[in-house]
Antibody, heavy 121, light 108 residues
Framework: EVQLVESGGGLVQPGGSLRLSCAASGFTFSDHWMSWVRQAPGKGLEWVADVKGDGSSQYYMKSVEGRFTISRDNAKNSLYLQMNSLRAEDTAVYYCARDHKYSGGWHFDYWGQGTLVTVSS | DIQVTQSPSSLSASVGDRVTITCQASRDIKTYLNWYQQKPGQAPKLLIY???NLQTGVPSRFSGSGSGTDFTFTISSLQVEDIATYYCQQYDGDLLYTFGQGTVLEIK
């Protein structure tokens, strides 16, 4: 059974840093691109970043580029999101999700339960 | 960047009703459009991928159609357990993803 379990969320001051983790199990982790998707309180879903299976390529949404870094440790079956220079608008539940390719398109076939990040003074 | 417009933003229907939600992309995205269900306090769940493919384990009352810029998601006979927010999500071919604004589905 595929499982994704996020951790590391919490309260942080504006300008601060936080590192999120996602522990994966039930599949060959290194075979899959992985993403972080976030959801601000009462708002919709927003894709944040993803990373290739071997960690060699990363892509980001424009508003987090240069502040967030996605990475992975395939030996530990773990995905990470290092968040620096945090802003109030980064407040959200952050979900870890597995990317899956079908034909030419991509979707997110498994999701973790999410971890809440609150940026506030 | 490709924009996705989802409508309606909210919908009230009775048990047994046929329910339809639409998503329109700002340019041709072939069939790269997916649909998710999110119940309160839960993570999203994939229902339909590549416009019309039913994810394993998802009831057959859910379906999707469309290609190019116009897509439709349908629940053929609404059940109480279908109360949720539904999102479309597009992949633009440039390794970027965008979600629709969401449709809150309520029981009348």
């Amino acid at each position: 059974e595929v499982q994704l379990v996020e951790s590391g969320g919490g309260l942080v001051q504006p300008g601060g840093s936080l590192r999120l983790s996602c522990a994966a199990s039930g599949f060959t982790f290194s075979d899959h691109w992985m993403s972080w998707v976030r959801q601000a309180p009462g708002k919709g879903l927003e894709w944040v970043a993803d990373v290739k299976g071997d960690g060699s390529s990363q892509y980001y949404m424009k508003s987090v580029e240069g502040r967030f870094t996605i990475s992975r440790d395939n030996a530990k079956n773990s995905l990470y999101l290092q968040m620096n220079s945090l802003r109030a608008e980064d407040t959200a539940v952050y979900y870890c999700a597995r990317d899956h390719k079908y034909s030419g398109g991509w979707h997110f076939d498994y999701w973790g339960q999410g971890t809440l990040v609150t940026v506030s003074s | 960047d490709i924009q996705v417009t989802q409508s309606p933003s909210s919908l009230s229907a009775s048990v047994g009703d046929r329910v339809t939600i639409t998503c329109q992309a700002s340019r041709d995205i072939k069939t790269y459009l997916n649909w998710y269900q999110q119940k309160p306090g839960q993570a999203p769940k994939l229902l339909i991928y590549d416009a019309s493919n039913l994810q394993t384990g998802v009831p057959s009352r859910f379906s999707g159609s469309g290609s190019g810029t116009d897509f439709t998601f349908t629940i053929s006979s609404l059940q109480v357990e279908d109360i949720a927010t539904y999102y479309c999500q597009q992949y633009d071919g440039d390794l970027l993803y965008t979600f629709g604004q969401g449709t809150v589905l309520e029981i009348k």
